[in-house]
């Protein structure tokens, strides 16, 4: 019996059916040695000897597993093809006992995708385990845990204990607190435009031109800074004449994107789909799984030949011979540290299309019909636009510019393009879709209008999933496994929170980022994250040892703790309230949800809200006056818990009951007659619609705020001829834990 072990269940499910019944895949359900939760586990002064233990919700499994290696004549390693699968297949060999068993029993096998071609290719062509990888791992969660251990005490006694801090995590934090700084510095400037709406003699349809020149001089979009300059511009402009000066015409091909890496497929899920880079993962890792796409954790352009020739079938197949490749189209990362030896993320199979896969889940398939659209669209002809750009002349004194493109053939567009989010630019993004009419130099034009428009310059996007993963990736920090979790922690750990889909940081994220840039700039300094991710890779590929670059980073990291702690002092201000306890002015302390005061006593617990907050919490109380406890009947008064405002029962803790605060519309609901019309907003994109407050006893909903009964009324009848099939359609809501 020979016994396959890889990570996951399901995976060893898939690998199962391909293999015969000599074969036993069993799992190791993810990682079986870690380092300690409790202790440091790292001994500095011994070259950093990482000290692993087998988790406890490991040990029954790893005991199965050691029963069953001891029955097995050969041992077969198939964990992931990147650098923590090496090291969970090296960790197996400690952990099951294997050290002493001969070479030959024991052997690693990788492959890209779960297919019985790929499986059976990899057991012809076992390798020998790569410590570099495994040492590179190893390096990474090592520098990780000592700057995570021995940085948060400090945060502890500077801040507030339960905060964290970690190598790759702050500088996300970082990234989006100096983005927000940016947006809170930003002082808004006024433009205007001029545009000249004209037709061709003789000819009804309209076209616009935009103000570009004055007296000779091109001018910027911000060149016209009030009404006052715009009006003096169209009163110059009253009974010009306007002409043709020349008119350029260019063909422009566009060619498509390339295929997917772990990190461009977090981008366009989050901006297509609107999925948050950790759920694009889940997602992804089912998918791989199963056999459905190749291994999502890549950050190469490359593309197997079988798939390159497949593409080419499926895209003559589905969408004609035109739109063909004569030859292969290929791509080169041009990201730091790219590792080009793996392949994009791509279907296993090109010819399963999207449509013919019913049998997944929404959000897989969603995924699924990306990553297939996506590869097949980067295989494809280039599109093909034709632009036109017309230079217009009004008077002596004006100079306008229209223009054009339309598609002359689309290629690639047919099957995908591009999503661009808020401040991306396309690099034709002056010419606007549409044909312009035909028109030739020294032409007159009718003058239709003229049209002033008032503008204001914005402030920054905030960071959202793609935008932020980009950039971190363009600065060369974190590699394909470590965006979603990095995304995922800055938010569990409070430091940022999510408006409107955009990462904004919280008081406890401000302070703590500026705490660590004051005291610890090194450490989330981007380019020395940076340095550090290279030097990883050059450990991956056996140039250099893993204890110098830990060696390297600790010394300095260690004296500058050192001095720091010994001169740490608790982060307080003095407020302006006085305390009811001893009648001195309170203290401003951090806790887990934000500042409150405090009593300076150190013996007293006396705390309050700061003054905004309790003005909110009172707005707050009268606007919920007459709520009462769902569970006993009495009232209901404002909380603050981790999720925000709450009502809760004023007999907590005897009893629990809770209720969250809506915005009411002032209208009863039109179904049951108990409950109130209220706004409400979807878990998945934010969609504001309005339901009853009485869900999930009540499921009345209607997507527009009613105006009038009448309204209200006319959305009952609606709702009633197709009611919810099950209650998922409604969003369900939270319920905040009182703290």
Not at 410 to 428: A, H, L, P, Q, S
Request: charged content about 30%; hydrophobic content about 35%.
């Amino acid at each position: 019996m020979k016994l396959v072990i890889v990570e996951s269940p399901t995976k060893a499910k898939t690998i199962s059916r391909f293999l015969g019944k000599d074969f036993v895949i069993e799992s190791s359900f993810g990682h079986v040695r870690d380092l300690p939760k409790s202790q440091l586990g790292v001994d500095v002064e011994n070259n950093f000897t990482p000290k692993y233990i087998i988790p406890l919700k490991a040990r029954k499994n790893v005991s199965a597993l050691k029963r069953k290696a001891a029955e097995a004549e050969k041992i077969i390693l198939a964990t992931d093809e990147d650098r923590e699968g090496e090291a969970i297949a090296w960790h197996l060999l400690s952990a099951l006992g294997l050290e002493d068993r001969p070479e030959d029993n024991i052997e690693r096998i990788v492959f890209h995708e779960i297919t019985e071609r790929a499986i059976k290719e990899a057991l012809k062509n076992p390798r020998d385990l790569d410590m570099h990888l495994v040492d590179a791992q190893q390096a990474r969660r090592i520098l990780d845990r000592l700057v995570g251990y021995k940085l948060s005490p400090f945060l502890w006694k500077k801040i507030r204990s339960g905060l964290s801090a970690g190598r790759v995590q702050s500088v996300a934090v970082r990234l989006v607190v100096e983005r927000e700084r940016e947006i809170q510095k930003f002082v808004a400037q006024e433009y205007w435009s001029v545009e000249a709406e004209l037709a061709k003699k003789s000819e009804d349809k309209k076209f616009k031109a935009r103000l570009v020149k004055i007296g000779g001089e091109a001018i910027d979009r911000l060149a016209i800074k009030n009404a006052e300059e715009a009006k003096q511009i169209t009163d110059g402009l009253a009974g010009a004449e306007y002409k043709v000066v020349e008119v350029s015409k260019k063909e422009v091909r566009r060619a498509p994107a390339p295929p997917f890496t772990t990190s461009t497929l977090q981008q366009e899920s989050a901006k297509k789909l609107g999925f948050s880079a950790k759920q694009t993962m889940i997602l992804a890792q089912r998918l791989y799984e199963t056999g459905i796409i190749t291994y999502m954790r890549t950050d190469s352009l490359n593309i197997a030949q079988v798939a390159l020739a497949q593409a080419q079938e499926v895209i003559k197949n589905n969408f004609g011979k035109e739109y063909c490749l004569d030859q292969p189209r290929f791509y080169q990362n041009k990201s730091k540290g790219a590792q080009e030896a793996h392949e994009a993320v791509r279907p296993t199979d090109l010819s399963r299309l999207p449509e013919s896969l019913g049998a997944l889940d929404a959000g897989q398939l969603k995924l699924y019909d990306l990553i297939w659209k996506r590869t097949l669209a980067c295989q494809m002809q280039a599109a093909i636009l034709d632009q036109t750009a017309i230079e217009i002349s009004a008077g002596n004194k004006y100079a306008f510019r229209a223009n054009g493109q339309v598609i002359k053939f689309d290629g690639f567009i047919k099957v995908y393009t591009e999503t661009k989010e808020e401040g991306e630019k396309d690099d034709d993004s002056d010419y606007e879709e549409g044909r312009l009419p035909e028109l030739s130099a020294e032409e007159a034009l009718d003058f239709v209008n003229l049209i002033k428009g008032q503008h204001f310059t914005e402030p920054p996007p905030r960071y959202t999933d793609a935008s932020l993963i980009k950039t971190l990736e363009s600065y060369g920090i974190g590699r394909p496994s470590t965006y979603a979790p990095t995304l995922a922690t800055i938010q569990d750990r409070g430091y940022v929170e999510k408006e409107n889909k955009k990462y904004k940081p919280t008081e406890i994220g401000f302070s703590v980022n500026d705490m660590l840039v004051e005291n610890f700039p090194e450490v989330i300094d981007i380019n020395f994250t940076s340095h550090i991710e290279e030097e990883f890779d050059q450990i991956a590929e056996g140039k250099i040892g893993w204890v110098p670059v830990i060696q390297e980073f600790y010394a300095p990291f260690s004296k500058n703790l050192k001095e720091k702690m010994a001169s740490v002092e608790q982060l307080t201000e003095t407020s302006d309230t006085p305390c009811p306890h001893c009648g001195k002015m309170m203290l401003i302390k951090f806790g887990r949800l934000g500042k409150f005061l405090a009593c300076p006593d150190p013996e007293s617990k006396v705390t309050l809200p700061l003054p905004e907050e309790a003005a909110k919490i009172k707005q707050l109380q009268e606007k919920t006056a007459g709520e009462l406890c769902p569970i006993c009947g009495k009232p209901l008064e404002v909380k603050r818990g981790r999720f925000g405002y709450f009502l809760g029962c004023v007999d907590y803790p005897k009893c629990k009951g809770v209720m969250k605060i809506h915005n009411k519309t002032g209208f009863k609901c039109p179904n049951c007659g108990t409950g109130d019309v209220v706004e409400k907003k979807s878990r998945g994109r934010g969609k504001v619609f309005y339901a009853c407050s009485r869900f999930p006893d009540c499921t009345f909903l209607m997507g527009k705020k009613p105006e009038s009964q009448a309204e209200l009324d006319e959305a009952l009848a609606q709702w009633k001829l197709k009611p919810p099939k099950n209650k998922r359609v409604v969003a369900k809501e939270k319920t905040p834990k009182e703290v």
